[in-house]
């Protein structure tokens, strides 16, 4: 994983770019998403949420539940919970199952200790202030109540940070371009537990390793586009970058039979 710039960090973090572009729509996450179809091995990761969940009654709050893949598992699998799924975007979540609510995690329109479950799964990077927005989700959770987080690895899918860098240097007629805009690094797999840890006590780490082979370039291609949010803080001719690494990608299947990624992700469930 790269290492942001702060003007990137602070895009990463723009409510407007989440809200009116990056997740506008389902369509960029879940380009993000589908990788994982060729991921060995597999996880079940709302599953693994339910197992976290296993002792839990009453109102569990999804924030920034993105496309609703979470959020709509609970509905199918525990109806008994009162599963409510907010995000900053009123447009990712017109087709997420009711109820929902459009919020910002920083100020969560609920009331203290109200909430039995708090998820915030692959979404913490996002916020302005990381340990503000912690309090918050733990100022609404009931006393014995869990949060479960979720991130990747500073290490996660280092060969697609590769390959954007040698797709940029192509580009710009240099040996290597600028490095890919990070989501996760702000609060990655190893930064994650010095954040929580100023608001909860017991925090347990799962971590779910594998490896991604795919031998059509097309989901990749679809992946590097799906930040295309970010295209400004690229440093290099976003969309001309994205074509050169989809030839780059296609020589390596072509010569390998496969391009491989590492994927270094991690859920982690967190009690006050």
């Given amino acids: 994983m790269t290492s942001n710039t702060a003007q990137q960090d602070a895009a990463v973090a723009d409510k407007a770019i989440l809200a009116n572009s990056a997740y506008a729509d ?4 879940a380009a993000r998403q589908s990788v994982y179809r060729w991921q060995q091995p597999q996880y079940d990761l709302p599953g693994i949420v339910l197992e976290e969940l296993a002792g839990t009654r009453g ?9 609703g893949k979470f959020v709509s ?3 199918k699998d525990r109806p008994d919970l009162q599963a409510v799924g907010m995000d900053i975007s009123a447009g990712i979540l017109a087709d997420v199952e009711k109820p929902v609510l459009v919020a910002d995690a920083q100020a969560l329109p609920f009331a203290d200790d109200s909430a039995e479950a ?15 927005t912690i309090k918050e989700l733990a100022r609404v959770l009931r006393p014995g109540g869990v949060l479960i987080a979720s991130t990747n690895s500073d290490t996660d899918k280092q060969e697609l940070d590769q390959l954007w860098a040698r797709a940029a240097g192509d580009v710009l007629g240099i040996p290597e371009g600028p490095a890919r805009v990070s989501l996760s690094s702000r609060f990655s797999l190893e930064k994650a537990p010095g954040f929580l840890g ?8 799962r971590e779910l390793p594998g490896t991604i082979e795919i ?4 989901p990749i291609v679809a992946h590097l586009a799906s930040y295309e949010a970010w295209a400004d803080q690229s440093g290099v001719p976003f969309h001309e970058t994205v074509s050169r690494a989809s030839e780059i990608v296609a020589a390596e299947i072509e010569t390998e039979g496969t391009f491989k990624i590492t994927c270094r992700g991690g859920i982690l469930a967190c009690r006050p």
């Fill in 26 to 29: 389902g369509r960029h996450l």
């Fill in 59 to 67: 109102i569990v709050l999804d924030v920034g539940c993105g496309n």
């Fill in 73 to 75: 598992r609970l509905h």
């Fill in 118 to 132: 708090v998820l915030a799964l692959h979404m913490l990077y996002h916020v302005g202030d990381i340990e503000a």
């Fill in 198 to 205: 100023t608001a909860f006590r017991d925090i347990r780490v």
């Fill in 215 to 218: 031998t059509d370039p097309g």
